[in-house]
């Protein structure tokens, strides 16, 4: 509402677009450009030698992914035609349906490189287009996305983009002489919102950080800080209060191997946000020939995933079911034992890589896992029960109170960023005036 809108208007003859500012004009898109070339085929590799190749996952919403990058070797040879130049607008012809259609201006993020042809680059009519930052805004807008969807041919996992019909999209175009400011407005209010949207996933970042500062110091020095402390003879956990037991797990745990042997049990499945009941039937992730060879869990037993210390994890499960025989299931069998307060021992576990060392295996492809025998003779501070109990509570309550300031930071997040498209949306389609913009001095 802050914002000026246009005082005169007609109809833009395009029912989709319906009215648009006086002095703009409706075009196709083709009439737009002057050339348009796909790139090279380059048998590129993640060698991280030779000449930089930016495919269609390099490309993101009207940015340069530098992730990912693969190199053509210096040997191969390839034409200058397909070296990027400074203000290069890019199109990306194939991917998802939900990702096809990305665009991007090249700058100077690599001293020089190759695109593939998966990759349109565009140039345009200087007399038409004066700035490829309005036409990246454009088709970065809600209303480009939705036209370029319109045209996109094949399946939802792999989708192309034509020139064909890429040239017969009918566009609302400003002036020259308003495409320039509107890229710098654009800019300058996106920033705005891009910085604030930073700060939040920077609170979001600082209350995970948190999250494992509060559970570890809990579960490994207790809640008084004026307690007597001594040493844990245990390297990793230093001092722990003095009147703590240390113990191992094979005196805490009891490891559980129970085959079904039948069908009918819920597929549960070890997430690091908890264990899930598997959806079998939507065919997603990995799935077994045959759940009759997996084991039993029951409500209360641990489960986890010693398979890979990178990206598995620990939990109580809420549910009976059966998960894959190569995890382990085990039971708390220490008397007078809060099953909060060592799940959360166990978790830290995993976020702390407290585990890793004892690992075993390959890690590079995610098969670092810890060992029978190192699980059974791991050391874990032992508090009193109460102090179990309270420790567990503790956790809990912060916890609880962490996720409300972490939900709310995400739901400004989800905000903003809409605020982002509509404001786009909003300017290249000729909602807002922005003739009488004038940049901040500061």
């Not at 490309?59 to 070296?83: A, C, D, Q, T």
């Not at 950080?209 to 800080?225: D, F, M």
């Not at 916890?399 to 709310?408: C, G, H, I, S, W």
Request: aromatic share 10%; with cysteine.
């Amino acid at each position: 509402m802050k914002y000026q809108a246009y005082n005169e208007h007609k109809g833009s003859g395009v029912e989709w677009l319906g009215d648009i500012p006086e002095t703009w004009y409706t075009m196709k898109f083709g009439l737009t450009n002057s050339s348009a070339t796909l790139g090279g085929n380059f048998l590129a590799s993640e060698s991280e030698e030779g000449i930089p190749v930016i495919k269609m996952g390099n490309l993101g919403r009207g940015e340069i992914i530098l992730k990912k990058i693969e190199y053509l070797p210096v040997s191969e040879s390839y034409e200058n035609e397909y070296i990027l130049k400074n203000g290069d607008f890019l199109f990306n012809t194939r991917n998802s349906l939900d990702l096809v259609g990305k665009v991007a201006i090249w700058g100077e993020e690599l001293e020089s490189a190759l695109y593939n042809s998966n990759i349109l680059r565009i140039t345009f009519y200087n007399k038409f287009v004066d700035s490829t930052s309005f036409m990246n805004y454009l088709f970065n807008s809600s209303l480009g996305l939705s036209q370029l969807r319109l045209i996109a041919k094949g399946t939802t996992s792999v989708a192309a983009i034509y020139y064909k019909e890429l040239r017969s999209l009918v566009f609302a175009m400003p002036p020259v002489n308003e495409q320039k400011l509107i890229a710098d407005f654009l800019d300058h209010e996106t920033a705005k919102i891009d910085n604030l949207i930073e700060k939040q996933q920077q609170l979001i970042k600082l209350l995970k950080e948190k999250r494992q500062a509060v559970i570890s110091h809990a579960v490994t020095k207790g809640l008084n800080p004026n307690a007597p402390m001594r040493d844990s003879g245990v390297e990793w956990l230093g001092e722990v209060p003095e009147h703590w037991e240390i113990k191992r797990f094979k005196n805490l745990f009891k490891i559980r191997k129970r085959i079904s042997g039948e069908l009918g049990y819920d597929i549960l499945s070890i997430t690091q946000k908890g264990i899930k009941i598997k959806d079998i039937e939507s065919g997603e992730g990995q799935l077994s020939m045959d759940y009759s060879k997996y084991q039993i869990v029951n409500k209360g037993d641990y489960a986890m995933n010693h398979m890979d210390l990178l990206t598995g994890f620990v939990d109580i499960s809420m549910y009976d079911g059966v998960t894959s025989p190569d995890y382990r299931v085990f039971t708390l069998e220490e008397q007078n034992s809060i099953p909060d307060y060592y799940l959360a021992f166990l978790q830290m576990g995993y976020i702390n890589k407290l585990f890793f060392p004892f690992g075993q295996g390959a890690a590079h492809i995610g098969r670092w896992r810890l060992p029978t025998e190192a699980f059974n003779e791991f050391l874990a501070p032992c508090p009193p029960e109460q102090e179990q109990r309270d420790i567990a509570s503790f956790i809990i309550k912060k916890l609880e109170q962490m996720l409300v300031l972490e939900e709310k930071a995400k739901a400004a997040i989800k905000l903003m960023q809409e605020r982002r498209t509509a404001l786009i949306s909003a300017t290249v389609t000729g909602k807002i005036d922005v003739r009488n913009w004038q940049p901040p001095h500061d």
